[in-house]
């Protein structure tokens, strides 16, 4: 059983290759543990010291969002909020003030949860995943790391440095939606991401939709960029309201039964459009979108 | 009212509970404790077929291993005996203790659980309330005709307890009428959840032992104790650190028997400490689920004239304290309404769930909530508005309710008036939001208590009462009782209290009762206390007696302020002499007579004090996904009188917030297998503080000569009653159908409003 605190990324590498598991915040590690659902690992290595992976930095290719940006962090920086907003609606309603201070956003993505609220709206804005190892460093889709609920396709000695996110279009907005039944320490029962793109007469010119909690990862939806470009915001509603439930594929627990989720999962969809078209349009909507907008318990 | 003189001041258990410097009883440590286990049926229901203890007894560090046959062979519970500290034989429900264990720390003790071998042989699941109560039904306990229930109970396979509220003739007056409306309302079951999970500590001192336990009742823990483990009050103390809440949860007694028992065979101090998983499957406190059926007969003009109600309430494996709840959850389906006939009738019945037990106002929010969406029902069958025909129909001064009461000066008419004004009832509001409104009533409860009042030489009070402190702030209230009748401030007075061997006996933080009746008992108390001092000043400024006032830190003779002796003075006099000590018990509140007819009477048809409410909830609902938000609620409270209003309000505001739970989010959801399938706050939805609405909160104050000091009566639970059933008529207006089940989830009114059933 060990404890090592690393203060350079190389340290932590050596550490994981060494066997030890990568812990920041500890809010997904930590309270598993304590309610059996997996116990803590016998060797840890704490990344929280790490100053390289914070910060958020424009680049030539875009963005580098590091992955020790807590969610409180996200939910308030000017480039997340301004320009890939989706990231901070969801950033906004994670767990309570407490978590959303000591969770990350790489925790968030590592810990797989095909209902984490970063993970859509990271899909829709086109985010890729920075992997490092003692032996290099690769670069990944988000759709290539997550393999199923709890599962990444990450190697046991990498670590998530960085999330990548491309140049922020003119004229586009994204938003991040989800059903929840009070309004702190909740988890998404569904929850959807949107990105659009309008063109000069106000239609749609790109668009992208992703679902959380509908399927065993997050759930990119097929068609809607063909199904949307040229409608109108307004028109695009019940059309991917259809498409996201068609696509979903829910199952029914304690939170939901799969087929409220299906009808959920539509409406949220179409909201996560409606939003991210007005905020395209140049149209203020405070974070998170969900109490701006009054959705679910809002 | 002259007693309110004194809004604020600062909780005696406060500025410890702020600070974290307060203690509370997972905090006690002792030299050589042990860490106490439980080994858990874990199946519903099944008999024994295997139990060997031997390979937890050899583990190193293991001290003590017991099953039921090793403690007395003692059947417990009131009213219903029908349980066992552990099983013997047959496990009745998933959280029956089948063993306990004592180890030097908590994984030894947890592995010694662990080793522990039981085999079982599977009996059939009951776990319908309908199934059970039918001809052939598998029977929960085989025995239960041999159980030794007390008082008017009766019992019936499968119904620990039936009660009948009968009055008039029932057919005749349902035959008159215009309109006859039938309703079905389900409730599922939920939790007290404080949020302190329980802890017990136990030590052995020779033939004594003390026990800190996180108890709302520490008088009926230490009579458990003395029962199942066949010992004298005598030779147990029990004492409770701070209590970290309890919303009845924690009313009863629960593991202090089961800790005493580790600590003696183990010679050594024992604790024990619930996970929040524990705390939500193993005490035999939980809300309990409720099926309702209500049928009511209207006249064209509004007038109600006949009720007949059917009720099955989960009573779980063993009775608790439960055996009065058929004939409360009957008296809140007949309601505070007047009518010419009534027949309710209603069943405790077992299952192999969780027992049910005293949750704040049991029995009352579920069926306050059947019985007021019912009464929406009703005035919209005769096209009246909800409130003109809650007006019509409600009873009042003088007026016979519907067990055969008749009323003193009451304030439900007034709280109606005061709820819907104070809310946007009648306004124009955008199409997904309403006002629901619902009244209730809920009884005040009489009863024994006793207290102890001194004046030390310095001046300094203290109040030595066996009275708990569970957060409602009734104790503390209990200083200002002291002060007005000594003339000192709230301040000058510490209590003692929470300690079984230092008090007179209290009921305990249960049944709204402290203020009602151990405020009667200092106020007594106090007063002897009072005769003292102006004894004593009559001497010192030549007056007499009856002519010394005591205000503001003296005694002075009435009418001539100057000619004064400070009570600081008088208790250095009285230190040399007679000392200033009082005593205080005096006779409760006489319980009212009924004409109804009451099969199964538990003595609650009759209601002293009885208390009322009218919620008026403002909700917003999110058609596409059924999501409701409580906006804000208009509250008015007839309580009689309030003495200390800044705990009122926290009584009201607290109590709406636990409705707005069992109204939206907050229910058990079982598996096949008849185990709790949420037993976590993350599945298991309370309110949170972002969650809560704007509160207005108008009490109506009409002091009852039958009620508590100052005409004081409980308000601890009245203020959990009647939010449901708002919210719930809020929705229904929304919807333009109630909502059937509670809670009413976001998936079940989508599901109503599109027409489905779940």
Redesign the interface.
Known sequence: MSFTIATTVDEALVALGAGARPIAGGTDLVVGAR?GKAALPGDLVAIDRIDELGGVELDSAGVRVGALMSHAELMTDPVIVGSYTAIADASALVGSPSTRHVGTLGGNVMNGSPAMDTGAPLTVLGATAELRSVTGSRTVSLDELWAGPGRTTADLGELLVALHLPPAQDRCGSAYVR?????????AVVGAAAAVTLAADGTIASAAVALAAVAPTILSVDGVDQALVGCTPADAGPVVAALASEQAAPISD????DR?RR??IG?MAKRAVDAAARRADGESIAVPVNRSL????? | MAIAEVPRFVRADGPDKVTGSGRYAADINLTGQLVAKFRYAGVSHARITKLDTSAASAMPGVFAVLTAADVPDVIYSPVVPDRRLFAKDVVRFEGELVAAVAAVDAATAQAAVDAIVVEYEDLPIVDDLEAAMADGSPLVHQDWESYAVTGDTVQRPNVASFSSIEKGDVDTAMASADHVVTSRYVADGCHALPIEPRAVVAQWEGEKVTIWTSTQVPFDARAGVCETLQMPASKVRVIVPHLGGGFGGKCGFHFEAHVAALAKAARRPVKLVFSRQEEMVAPDRRREGMIVDITSGVKADGTLVARTGWIAIDNGAYTADAAFFPQLAAMHVAGPYAMEAVKVEASLVYTNHQPSGSVRAPTAPQACWALESHTDELAAVVGMDPVEFRRANIVDEGVEGAAGQVYGEIGLRRCLDAAVGASAYGDDLPDDEAVGVAISWWPSFPGPSGAYIKIDSDGSGMIITGAQECGTGSVMTLRMLAAKELGMEPEDFQLVYQDTSAAPYDTGATGSQTLLNNGRAVVEGAREVAAQLRDLAADQLEAAPDDIVLASGKAHVSGSPDKAVSIVELAGIAAEGEMLIGKGSGTPPEYPSVSAMCVGDQGLAGWAGPQFACHAVHVRLDRETGVVRVLDVSAAHDSGTIINPVAAHGQVEGGIMMGVGQALTEGTQYGDDAKQRNTGLLEYKLQTAADAPTIRTEFIEIPDPNAGPYGAKGLAEAPNVPTAAAIANGVAKLVGTPVRQLPMTAERVWMTSEGMSS
């Not at chain 1, 929840?180 to 909740?186: G, L, P, T």
């Not at chain 1, 009054?294 to 809002?298: K, L, R």
């Open positions: 309610h059903l929840e039944y009070r309004r702190a320490m909740e988890i304690l939170r939901a039964s409220y009808h959920c409406v009054g959705i679910g318990a809002a």
